[in-house]
């Protein structure tokens, strides 16, 4: 069974930090896209940011350009996103998001985690 | 970054009527177009890939069209469970941009 597990989700005040991780198992995990992915109010939903399988890409939306760093450990099979500088408006639910990027269904998102919340509020 | 627009907002329609969703693109994506569908409580699963494809096990009522910029999301026949929010998401360009939705109601 797939399954992707966040963490590190919480209340940070506006300029604060914050690092989420993800914990992957059940596919191989190497051999997917890793991405993060959020959502504001059950509604509205923002591709934050991707990383190709090896690590030797990263792709960053304008929103957060400059203040997160996703990373990962396929050693682990683990996702990361480093947070910096957060804003009110980076509230969100923020999903660890799967895809295999080898065409068809899989250059679309396959696995979702359930989410993790963050709240940036003074 | 492309933006995509879906309409109309809310959809509110009786089961076994048609249902059309809309997602226009600000600029051509190509076939890049996928759907999805949101119940509540869940994460989006994927119905739809490369504008009318239907991932595995999505039922035939599901159907998508379009090219360029303007495609249609059709649910032929409307049944209880149906009852989701459906997103429009664009891979052709990054950063990949997701539609801002529409709810579909059931009467």
């Known amino acids: 069974e797939v399954q992707l597990v966040e963490s590190g989700g919480g209340l940070v005040q506006p300029g604060g930090s914050l690092r989420l991780s993800c914990a992957a198992s059940?596919?191989?995990?190497?051999?997917?896209?890793m991405s993060w992915v959020r959502q504001v109010s059950g509604k509205g939903l923002e591709w934050v940011a991707n990383?190709?399988?090896?690590?030797?890409?990263?792709y960053y939306g304008d929103s957060v350009k400059g203040r997160f760093t996703i990373s990962r450990d396929n050693a682990k099979n683990s996702l990361y996103v480093q947070m910096h500088s957060l804003r009110v408006e980076d509230t969100a639910v923020y999903y660890c998001?799967?895809?295999?990027?080898?065409?068809?269904?899989?250059?679309?998102?396959?696995?979702w985690g359930q989410g993790t919340l963050v709240t940036v509020s003074s | 970054e492309v933006v995509l627009t879906q309409s109309p907002a809310t959809l509110s329609l009786s089961p076994g009527e048609r249902a059309t969703l809309s997602c226009r693109a600000s600029?051509?994506?190509?076939?890049?177009l996928g759907w999805y569908q949101q119940k509540p409580g869940q994460a989006p699963r994927l119905l739809i890939y490369?504008?009318?494809n239907r991932a595995t096990g999505i039922p035939a009522r599901f159907s998508g069209s379009g090219s360029g910029t303007d495609f249609t999301l059709t649910i032929s026949s409307l049944e209880p469970e149906d009852l989701a929010l459906y997103y429009c998401?664009?891979?052709?360009?990054?950063?990949?941009?997701f539609g801002q939705g529409t709810k579909l109601e059931i009467k």
């Open positions: 998001v799967a895809y295999s990027g080898t065409g068809g269904p899989s250059e679309y998102i396959q696995y």
């Open positions: 059940g596919f191989t995990f190497s051999s997917y896209w």
């Open positions: 990383i190709k399988q090896d690590a030797s890409e990263e």
């Open positions: 600029q051509s994506i190509s076939n890049y």
């Open positions: 490369d504008v009318f």
């Open positions: 998401q664009q891979r052709g360009n990054w950063p990949f941009t």
